[in-house]
Nanobody, 124 residues
Framework: QVQLVESGGGLVQAGGSLRLSCAASGRSFSRSVMGWFRQAPGKEREFVAS???????TYADSVKGRFTISRDIPKNTVYLQMNSLKPEDTAVYYC??????????????????WGQGTQVTVSS
């Protein structure tokens, strides 16, 4: 049974940093794109970043230059380093994994497995 478990969320002041982790279990995702999405209250779930099996990252324009995605394939884990956080980054952050060898669009519809989410709150 596939399971994705996020950790690292919390409350931080604007300008601060957080590092999210997502540990996957149940199968290897060494040939799957792993990504992060977020959802603020009253808004749709939106793409934040993804990383392919070669380590190539993709970022939403809103986080470019501030967030860094990385992965540890042997540990089946993906990370999201978030710097220079802004109040508008406040959301529940979800880890997601696409299907084997699939190159997903930056859309929740293209991701197969999801974590339970972790809350990130940035105070002004």
């Amino acid at each position: 049974q596939v399971q994705l478990v996020e950790s690292g969320g919390g409350l931080v002041q604007a300008g601060g940093s957080l590092r999210l982790s997502c540990a996957a279990s149940g199968r290897s995702f060494s040939r799957s794109v792993m990504g992060w999405f977020r959802q603020a209250p009253g808004k749709e779930r939106e793409f934040v970043a993804s990383i392919n099996w070669s380590g190539g990252p993709t970022y939403a324009d809103s986080v470019k230059g501030r967030f860094t995605i990385s992965r540890d394939i042997p540990k089946n884990t993906v990370y999201l380093q978030m710097n220079s956080l802004k109040p508008e980054d406040t959301a529940v952050y979800y880890c997601a994994v696409a299907g084997l060898f699939l190159i997903p669009r930056p859309s929740p519809d293209d991701y197969r497995y999801w974590g339970q989410g972790t809350q990130v709150t940035v105070s002004s």
